[in-house]
């Protein structure tokens, strides 16, 4: 049986990563879904290539989430897709980096998406979870100085 693992960070450190050159984020609402669906359609074939995942979401999803008021983050690699996390405010999810990604990636994206939306937003916090048997996935969050909620 699965359960959830929450995490919290309180957005006071960020933790120091390191860009590539080849590396940039590309921020993505309601007004600029249209202009970059087809890189955003792009991200969810990586994904769908690289894993199966019954709760994938689809181009008609990630518009209705961003007509809600979502936020998406694309990570591009000289300007193609690597990756994608979204964000409802505050919490944080579906985070996903390619397997073709470098050490270091993730964790530049996912303080660099963090921050953007602290500054946006004015938050003090963002939260998420994942499931208990994710070790791998709670050990990346603790390294980006989430604190598990007990």
């Known amino acids: 049986m699965s359960y959830k693992v929450y995490f919290t960070h309180n957005l006071d ?3 120091t990563s390191v860009r590539r050159d080849e590396l940039s984020y590309l921020k993505i609402t309601k007004d ?3 202009e970059h669906s087809h ?4 991200s969810i074939s990586i994904f769908n290539s690289e894993l199966d995942w019954e709760e994938m979401w689809n181009i008609n999803d990630a518009e209705v989430r961003l007509l809600n008021g979502g936020t998406l983050y694309l990570l591009l690699e000289n300007e193609n897709p690597l990756g994608h ?4 405010l505050y919490y944080l999810y579906n985070a996903f980096v390619s ?3 470098h050490g270091g990636d993730s964790a530049w994206f996912i303080q660099e998406t963090m921050w ?3 500054s946006e937003y004015d938050l003090t ?3 998420l979870h994942v499931d208990n048997w994710n070790d791998r996935a709670k050990k990346f969050w603790k390294k980006l100085g989430y ?3 007990t």
């Open 39 to 42: 890189l955003i359609e792009k």
């Open 32 to 34: 600029t879904f249209n």
């Open 147 to 149: 604190l598990l909620l």
């Open 125 to 127: 916090y963002i939260k």
């Open 99 to 101: 397997v073709a990604r």
């Open 116 to 118: 953007d939306m602290k």
């Open 13 to 15: 450190n960020k933790i």
């Open 85 to 88: 996390v979204w964000y409802d």
